[in-house]
């Protein structure tokens, strides 16, 4: 589910933000590599944060481009 980056913790903003200005649109799909070494390591705690970050990509995705940054 598509909800507002607002409302997700400041840190998992910022995580969001920083891949995609680093990674354009990609930054979804590096999140989920990341996502996949965790689960591989069985860190569902780490696994949770990530695909936190996962669903807030995908709600700065659905707001278009945001701060300036252009995919």
Known sequence: MIDNPDNFPIDTRNAALALIRQYGPDAQVIAM????EFAAL??????AAWDDIIACIEAYDSLGP??????
């Open 42 to 47: 069985g860190d569902v705690d780490g696994l």
């Open 66 to 71: 945001v701060g300036g940054v252009l995919h």
């Open 33 to 36: 590599l990341r996502a996949a």
